[in-house]
């Protein structure tokens, strides 16, 4: 008999046990058990009565599918409903089997993980084309979304209010397209260069005005460009097979200087790595697009004029990768995705982040967007955007990050053994300051410490029970971030 969703789970949230058979009696079995979220550990076997399983926070209610391995097994539901509310810690499930006098049953210890930030799909498929290659700017309050390669190049205009519901606008007037374009929002309007190395603008996304037909800086494939201290700036790219490292400036679009002298970081292309923080331009990494051989640059360059440069690290930790983007984010940098094809052929779906550009984290979350290259990345209504971009095939989806200030960013440890040493590694982020974040215990037992500068929770429980945990992370400047848990201890 096959049930389908189980009707028989039993949620005891203090102790479990188990029963089976009377002695002389053949047990009664299951055949088929599968959680509809998350994994059993280890994986099934109808001899095996003890099971657990792991569920991302998002997940607050759970159900099996279950089968007798006899004709006839009643999996009792115990009068609860189908789907099991799920506590945040540890639940535990009795899936209890009867026939004809003949009791067994199952465990499943469900663990529910603590609130941590995450990525979330908002649109699965836009009403636009998909894409890779697209500008990407936010301006008026709203996303915009420019052309691309679909695969042939495109010059569409998109934008949305919310990230979810997107409409049309009136296409750049680019014969070429637009291909990893230069963009900027200078002077209340948008700008952006076309393939062919034309400048338009606009004030509404609707009527476009080709500024200046021909820049002195010509045609150039993935350049950088970022607007600061009131100058739209242009750096590096590719031209007629040459790589670049020069520097432009204009304030109108129309004229343009040039730096007498080139920057001291090696020619390139520049993506979308190209920011500004701390009233300072920043360069990270870029490199060359040819398949093989592969470069990548891992190196971090900052500005304070645009035009004298130092190299702030010459080997940032992330694996080096072309067709990634940056933005700025909780005043951190980000960089997201990318691809390389040595030492390994792969699109790259990582998230890093730095506050000085020097040390770098990577952010892991629980769900994410699938790898890609020369996605549109947005920093909009204190949400991370990443939209559409390449994991062959080409994609239109829409996720977002929100991050609300200093947070947590790891799961507790919230099962250990009588005299066993529990640690705990905890890591607290994204403070507004960026100063450095301390760690204290507001409610714990007293075998428990903390260290108040790495936020490593360690000691040795003496016997078994349950403890409640507050654990505070706190800057200089007041912020303050609680996570609260319990540590179960057998």
């Known amino acids: 008999m096959k049930i389908r969703p189980v009707l028989s789970c039993v949620l005891f949230l203090g102790c ?37 399983v792991r569920v991302p926070h998002a997940v607050d209610r759970i159900s099996f599918e279950a089968e007798g391995a006899e004709e006839g097994t009643e999996i009792r539901a115990g009068g609860r409903p189908d789907a099991h509310p799920l506590r945040v810690g540890v639940n535990r499930v009795v899936l209890s089997l009867a026939k004809e006098g003949r009791e067994s049953s199952y465990e499943i ?29 936010v301006f008026n309050d709203r996303m915009w979304l420019f052309g691309g390669y679909f695969p042939e190049l495109s010059s569409d205009v998109w934008s949305s209010k919310d990230g979810i519901n997107w409409e049309e606008h009136a296409p750049v007037p680019a014969k070429a397209g637009i291909n990893i374009p230069v963009q900027y929002v200078h002077k209340g309007k948008m700008w952006i260069v076309s393939n062919d190395g034309e ?28 607007v600061f201290k009131g100058k739209m700036w242009f750096f590096g790219g590719y031209q007629d097979r040459v790589l670049k490292n020069d520097i432009w400036w204009s304030e109108d679009g129309i004229d343009w200087k ?89 699109n790259r779906g990582d998230v890093w982040y730095s506050k000085d550009g020097r040390e770098w984290k990577e952010l892991k979350t629980d769900h994410s967007w699938e790898a890609r290259h020369e996605h549109s990345s947005y920093v909009f209504k204190d949400r991370l955007w990443v939209v559409g971009g390449n994991k062959w095939p080409l994609l239109n989806d829409v996720w977002s990050l929100k991050i609300d200030g200093l947070t947590f960013l790891t799961q507790p440890v919230i ?22 974040v301390s760690y204290r215990l507001r409610a714990a037992p007293d075998w428990l410490k903390v260290h108040r500068v790495t936020g490593v929770l360690s000691g040795i429980p003496a016997k078994a029970g349950s403890y409640q945990v507050e654990l505070e992370a706190f800057d200089a400047g007041g912020e303050r971030a609680v996570q609260s848990f319990a540590i179960e201890v057998r």
């Open 415 to 436: 099962q250990e053994w009588a005299g066993a040493g529990y640690k705990y590694y905890a890591k607290a982020d994204f403070n507004k300051s960026g100063s450095p």
């Open 199 to 226: 400048l338009f603008s606009s004030g509404d996304g609707n009527e476009w005005e080709l500024v200046n037909a021909q820049p002195p800086w010509g045609k150039r494939y993935a350049a950088g460009g970022v």
């Open 258 to 346: 040039k730096s007498p002298t080139n920057a001291p970081w090696s020619p390139r292309q520049l993506f979308g790595n190209v920011v500004v923080k701390d009233d300072k331009i920043w360069i990270i990494g870029g490199g060359v697009t040819d398949y093989f051989p592969f470069k990548a640059y891992r190196d971090v360059w900052v500005s304070e004029d645009g035009i004298s440069w130092k190299e702030v690290t010459d080997e940032a930790p992330w694996p080096g990768r072309i067709w990634s983007n940056c933005v700025v984010y909780h005043n951190r940098i980000f960089l997201l995705g990318g691809f390389r094809s040595q030492p390994v052929w792969e």
């Open 109 to 137: 210890e469900v663990l529910r993980d603590h609130a941590l930030p995450d990525w979330e799909r908002r649109v699965e498929k836009g009403p636009f084309h998909i894409r890779d290659s697209g500008g990407e700017l």
């Open 16 to 52: 479990f046990f188990v029963f089976d058979t009377v002695p002389g009696q053949q047990p009664l079995r299951l055949k088929k058990l599968k959680p509809v979220a998350g994994e059993l550990v280890p994986g099934f076997s109808p001899g095996r009565l003890h099971y657990q």
